[in-house]
């Protein structure tokens, strides 16, 4: 049987980012260093194949330290973690390495500084996200105001108009943010922030990749996990682009085949935390339908990359 013609757009740059790329081998350089187990918290990227692949090498996955024993390494995730953590390891005397992405660290302390000049600070992120809770995590509870939309901002009750700054979540929707700013900025016209906002390099690179790719794809498929930020926001992305079908696959398994019937184009692209194994997984599934012929959609060209800390020393 002949196979349907596919034109297949690859979105270049997609899925690993550096910060994704340094958190797992510092898991793994510490499986090398101090064997199994070594302890994570939180899953160190959001991924189960990542996270499926490093479990099966010797790591325990938890969500609080209090489920760590005092004797073995844990390891912090790249989404970072609110002060309060390493210091109860340190308290407790644990081996610990922080993983946090180089990218989420600089908010961090864009946060700190700006409330050690009297600022109050507004942080644009999703509530309940690891990244969102380690963020505002760095300052005392109640010192950091959360706003997630537009409609947040009218509501928000501030100190002194006068004295606020802005930081943000880094895997956000480039264009809902812009909106959220100006929203800030309208209504708090001396609020201090970084030059546009703190969204990262991949996640703004990714976006872009998408929206160039989907006004011409009949269907896009983002390879990513569902509670990846910057993965759904890709799909957001692609459906505002003008991609109806644009729809998130952890694996080939999940591609909904009946959906795609009659496309002549698909777009794929891949979320900072997804491997490109899955993404090369999905490609030979649709080759196994389809007669398919890439063409790469690339936006942007990355060369970040970030320094793995030295993994340390042995446990007393
Ligand atoms: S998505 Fe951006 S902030 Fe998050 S780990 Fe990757 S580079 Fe760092």
């Known amino acids: 049987m002949t196979k349907p013609p596919l034109t297949l757009y690859l979105a270049a740059p997609r899925g690993f980012c550096a910060g994704v790329d340094r958190a797992i081998k510092i898991v793994e350089m510490a499986l090398q260093k101090w064997g199994a187990p070594v ?53 407790r005397q644990m081996l610990y390495v922080d993983a946090t992405c180089p990218l989420v660290s600089k908010v961090h302390i864009e946060a700190e500084r700006h409330a050690d000049a009297g600022l109050q600070i507004v942080m644009i992120g999703h509530a309940g996200h690891p990244e969102t809770i380690g963020t505002m995590g760095q300052l005392p509870e109640g ?4 706003v997630e939309t537009p409609a947040d901002v009218a509501t928000l009750n501030v100190r002194d108009p006068g004295k606020l700054a802005f930081v943000t979540q880094t895997t956000l929707s480039v ?13 708090f016209p001396a609020i201090r922030g970084p030059h546009k906002e703190d969204i990262c390099y991949a996640t703004t690179n990714r976006q872009e990749a998408v929206k160039a790719m989907a006004p011409n794809a009949d269907a896009m498929l983002v ?54 194994i899955l ?3 999905v490609i030979d599934a649709l080759k196994s339908r389809y007669d398919v012929t890439v063409e790469t959609i690339e936006t942007a060209t990355e060369n970040v990359e970030f320094k793995v800390p030295r993994v340390m020393r042995q446990p007393a």
């Open 39 to 91: 302890y994570v918290r939180h899953e160190i990227v959001h991924n189960k194949y990542v996270v499926d692949d490093l479990r099966a090498k010797g790591a325990v996955f938890v969500e609080e330290l209090d489920e760590c024993p005092d004797d073995r390494p844990v390891i912090f995730s790249a989404h970072g973690v609110p002060k309060s953590v390493p210091a109860a390891a340190a308290e």
């Open 143 to 146: 010192e950091v105001l959360l």
């Open 175 to 187: 264009d809902d943010t812009a909106d959220i700013v100006a929203a800030l900025q309208a209504r």
């Open 223 to 276: 390879v990513g996990a569902p509670n990846s930020s910057n993965s759904k926001r890709l799909v957001e992305v692609g459906r505002r682009a003008g991609c109806a079908y644009s729809q998130l696959v952890q694996r080939a398994t999940d591609i909904d085949w009946r959906a795609l019937d009659g496309i002549r184009s698909l777009g794929i692209t891949a979320g900072a935390s997804a491997p490109e």
């Open 279 to 281: 993404v090369n997984e």
